[in-house]
């Protein structure tokens, strides 16, 4: 599945606008704005290590995700890799995304899911960003950016 870079722009900037501004309320009377409920807030959450894979936990709300950084192999796990889990079905995807193109997605399938490792082989001891976001038909809400050690 290939982003549409665009459509992702335009999506970011939008959510960015949300996080900043608080409440949107389209369509909303000034009547109807004041019955809105308080805007959740998503966000990850401290990292834990098990097994060699940092896993940040994902809130909006309540849990409904998380986010895993496996940097060197272990097991069943690959290295330079990252994959993201949706726990709540609730109509937003869980995605992840990294400058060099690689991006994991729960976006299509039913929740709980996780996605597959997205893999690649990083030069060893760089750091890298990697966005986390919650999807929903092509919109996006930036949750936060992870930096990652490979």
Do not use: C
């Not at 807030?41 to 994902?58: C, E, F, I, N, Y």
């Amino acid at each position: 599945m290939k982003i549409n870079v665009r459509r992702r722009a335009v999506s970011v900037v939008t959510s960015a606008a949300v996080l900043a501004g608080g409440v949107l309320s389209l369509g909303a009377s000034s009547a109807d704005a004041a019955t809105v409920s308080p805007k959740l807030t998503a966000r990850l959450v401290a990292s834990t290590t098990a097994s060699g894979v940092q896993t940040w936990t994902l809130y909006y709300g309540d849990v409904v995700g998380k986010f895993q950084w496996s940097q060197d192999p272990n097991g069943s796990n690959p290295g330079d890799a990252f994959r993201v889990t949706d726990s709540k079905a609730d109509g937003w995807g869980v995605e992840a995304s990294m400058g060099d193109g690689r991006y994991a997605t729960t976006s299509g399938h039913n929740s709980p899911y996780t996605s597959r490792w997205s893999t690649g082989d990083l030069p060893e001891g760089n750091t890298y960003k990697i966005w986390v976001y919650l999807e929903r038909g092509g919109e996006a809400l930036i949750i936060d950016n992870i930096t990652v050690t490979s």
